[in-house]
Antibody
Framework: EVQLVESGGGLVQPGGSLRLSCAAS????????MDWVRQAPGKGLEWVGR??????????EYAASVKGRFTISRDDSKNSLYLQMNSLKTEDTAVYYC????????WGQGTLVTVSS | NFMLTQPHSVSESPGKTVTISCTRS????????VQWYQQRPGSAPTTVIY?????PSGVPDRFSGSIDSSSNSASLTISGLKTEDEADYYC??????????FGGGTKLTVL
């Protein structure tokens, strides 16, 4: 059974940092591109960024709204995906999901990040 | 950047058929695959259609996807509506510069 389990969310002050993790199981993690997608309270889905696999040099891409502040990384030996979030803003408040890229499109249950003073 | 436009809400009665549209603002809808996600309240999204019209295992065949190049849109059709189908539905596609672009979501009410 494919499982993606996010962790690391919580309350952080504006300007602060947070690191999210996503533990994968049930599939060959190293083969797949992986995404972070977020959803602000009561709003729609917003793509945050992507990391490609080793065959594609682990290249990353980011949404304009987070570029320069967020960094995606992965550790294939641990079947884990990470999202380092710096210089957080109140508008970054959202549930953050990790997801395998289409067509192998599985999602975790999400972790809530609240940016507030 | 292109946009995907969905109706804000649709409603239909149990047993009926409903279609949710997703219109691409620029670039051809046929050039890049479209995915559809179901999100029930308080839950994570799940894939109901991938690659325009493919159903993941476990998704009932009441769900179907299609694309229409003439209107540059994709559609999700749900037949034999059940109360459990009540959810938000999102379309998603991409291009060479944008790995994932989501529609704004459609709230389906089954009444």
């Amino acid at each position: 059974e494919v499982q993606l389990v996010e962790s690391g969310g919580g309350l952080v002050q504006p300007g602060g940092s947070l690191r999210l993790s996503c533990a994968a199981s049930g599939f060959t993690f190293s083969d797949h591109y992986m995404d972070w997608v977020r959803q602000a309270p009561g709003k729609g889905l917003e793509w945050v960024g992507r990391t490609r696999n080793k065959a594609n040099s682990y290249t990353t891409e980011y949404a304009a709204s987070v570029k320069g502040r967020f960094t995606i990384s992965r550790d294939d030996s641990k079947n884990s995906l990470y999202l380092q979030m710096n210089s957080l803003k109140t508008e970054d408040t959202a549930v953050y999901y990790c997801a395998s890229a289409p067509p192998f499109d599985y999602w975790g249950q999400g972790t809530l990040v609240t940016v507030s003073s | 950047n292109f946009m995907l436009t969905q109706p804000h809400s649709v409603s239909e009665s149990p047993g009926k058929t409903v279609t949710i549209s997703c219109t691409r603002s620029s670039g051809s809808i046929a050039s890049n695959y479209v995915q559809w996600y179901q999100q029930r309240p308080g839950s994570a999204p799940t894939t109901v259609i991938y690659e325009d019209n493919q159903r993941p295992s476990g998704v009932p065949d009441r769900f179907s996807g299609s694309i229409d190049s003439s209107s540059n849109s994709a559609s999700l059709t749900i037949s034999g509506l059940k109360t459990e189908d009540e959810a938000d539905y999102y379309c998603q596609s991409y291009d060479s510069s944008n790995p994932r672009v989501f529609g704004g979501g459609t709230k389906l009410t089954v009444l």
